[in-house]
């Protein structure tokens, strides 16, 4: 299958401050990628879709101020998670499609103190 | 919109046993249903996946089944080993006005005893 990375992997910071997490497509080109929520034990929450060279679509109830998705380039989509909170701490997701299939990054484990 | 529910939430199994997981879908229109296996902590792998125009798909010991008329599909694992073990999620994809999106059950905690 397709290989999407994910950086970085894990990240700790104070409340208040930004963090931006990197997804890649390695080998192939993806116009889509997704970003996931996931908590402990849960399902995947989809939060936006990000589309290559324009405005991200984000799915009812996530905050597009908070949450900031920036789609460059066909290979990269970045997730800023703008003055985190504690609540903000989860395991963070993103996805890439080569045609049908989506094929997921490794995670960005972010914790909030 | 779409709406996923899957079933069991856990499912506990000896080795070399069967394992049988079962997802329903609300939306007639969706087209693509994919099986992805998460062990703690790391990414979801898509393990198997069929489209709405087949009934069956077959690899090695892993099976999905199709029912377009009741809008449900199931994940089949035979001779089930302890590296089975993980959390299985269905997703389904809703018509193409949803674009590429999937909507995920909710999970499947299966454990294979040895």
């Known amino acids: 299958g397709a290989v999407v990375s994910q950086h970085p992997s894990r990240v700790i910071c104070k409340s208040g401050t930004s963090v931006k997490i990197e997804c890649r497509s390695l080998?192939?080109?993806?116009?889509?990628m997704f970003w996931y929520r996931q908590f402990p034990k849960q399902s995947l929450m989809l939060m936006a879709t990000?589309?290559?060279?324009?405005?991200?679509?984000?799915e009812q109830g996530v905050e597009k101020d908070k949450f900031l998705i920036n789609h460059a380039s066909l290979t990269l989509s970045t997730l800023t998670v703008t003055s985190a909170h504690p609540e903000d701490s989860s395991f963070y997701i993103c996805?890439?499609?080569?045609?049908?299939?989506?094929?997921f990054g490794p995670g960005t484990r972010l914790t909030v103190l | 919109g779409e709406n996923v529910e899957q079933h069991p939430s856990t499912l506990s199994v000896q080795e070399g046993d069967s394992a049988v997981i079962k997802c329903t879908y609300s939306?007639?229109?969706?087209?693509?249903f994919p099986w992805y296996k998460q062990e703690l902590g790391k990414r979801p792998q898509l393990i198997i996946d069929?489209?709405?125009?087949?009934g069956e798909k077959k690899d090695q010991r892993i099976a999905v089944t199709l029912n377009k008329t009741a809008k449900h599909f199931s994940l089949h694992i035979t001779e089930t080993q302890p590296e089975d073990s993980a959390v299985y999620f269905c997703?389904?994809?809703?018509?193409?006005?949803?674009?590429?999106?999937?909507?995920f059950g909710a999970g499947t905690i299966l454990r294979v005893k040895s």
């Open positions: 996805s890439a499609g080569g045609g049908t299939k989506q094929y």
């Open positions: 080998d192939f080109q993806a116009t889509t």
């Open positions: 990000s589309n290559e060279g324009s405005k991200a679509t984000y």
């Open positions: 939306d007639s229109a969706s087209n693509y």
């Open positions: 069929i489209r709405s125009n087949v």
């Open positions: 997703a389904a994809r809703p018509n193409m006005e949803y674009g590429n999106k999937l909507v």
